[in-house]
């Protein structure tokens, strides 16, 4: 899989693949909130809409992480390898913003 650091240029080239795989995840959470659009519009119970709207923040959780670890694997550690500590403080940062 081929990767460029995407921190300084804030761009990152991702395999076919893996632009396959991140569009695939979006496309389902797009349907889940399709769904809850259709619930509300059909005036579903509300813990029915509830149920539904913590499938999609698990959704969301799960696409966040694995796009954290790739970014981890691949960005951060390609910066840190050239000597680019300042990526530390960005990682940080957006950790915080992750978990507010």
Not at 54 to 65: G, I, L, Y
Not at 77 to 97: C, F, M, N, P, S
């Amino acid at each position: 899989m081929e990767h460029q650091a995407c921190c300084c240029h804030k761009t990152k080239e991702r395999s076919m693949e893996e632009r396959k795989r991140l569009l695939n995840r979006l496309s389902r959470i797009e349907g889940q909130i399709r769904g809850i659009r259709g619930m509300v519009e059909k005036d579903a119970y509300c813990t029915d809409i509830l149920i539904q709207s913590a499938a999609v923040t698990a959704a969301m959780n799960a696409f966040n992480r694995h796009l954290l670890a790739d970014h981890i694997r691949t960005c951060v550690a390609t910066d840190i390898r050239e000597g680019k500590d300042e990526v530390i403080d960005e990682l940080v940062a957006t950790l915080q913003k992750l978990m507010k």
